[in-house]
């Protein structure tokens, strides 16, 4: 079984910035690729930003140069960050993580959420 165990959302003024991390455990035996979607209010969910495990990026280009994504591994765990700065109010949503790994159970490629983290730009 896989885990992704998101933190950091909460509430920020706009121009301000927030880390949201996302930490992936449990029977992966590689990791294609990791990245961020958010859902705001009464909207589809979309794509933030994404992270291969090589490294390269893909960002919307809503939140291009203010938001940057990042991949480390910890002994087990495998953990992807977003770096959120000069936040907006259309920033607000539930942030989700997402990845795409392979485990040792499966030969099949997989996707796992996040549970979803609240982040609300306000003044």
């Known amino acids: 079984q896989v885990q992704l165990v998101e933190s950091g959302g909460g509430l920020v003024q706009p121009g301000g910035s927030l880390r949201l991390s996302c930490a992936a455990s449990?029977?992966?035996?590689?990791?294609?690729?990791m990245g961020w979607y958010r859902q705001p209010p009464g909207k589809q969910r979309e794509l933030v930003a994404s992270?291969?495990?090589?490294?390269?990026?893909?960002?919307a280009d809503s939140v291009k140069g203010r938001f940057t994504i990042s991949i480390s591994r910890d002994n087990a765990k495998n953990t992807v960050s977003l770096q959120m700065n000069s936040l907006k109010p259309e920033d607000t949503a539930v942030y989700y993580c997402?990845?795409?790994?392979?485990?040792?159970?499966?030969?099949?490629?997989?996707?796992?959420w996040g549970q979803g983290t609240q982040v609300t730009v306000s003044s």
């Open positions: 997402h990845a795409d790994i392979r485990t040792y159970i499966s030969p099949y490629r997989e996707h796992y």
């Open positions: 449990g029977s992966i035996s590689s990791i294609n690729g």
């Open positions: 992270i291969t495990s090589g490294g390269s990026t893909n960002y």
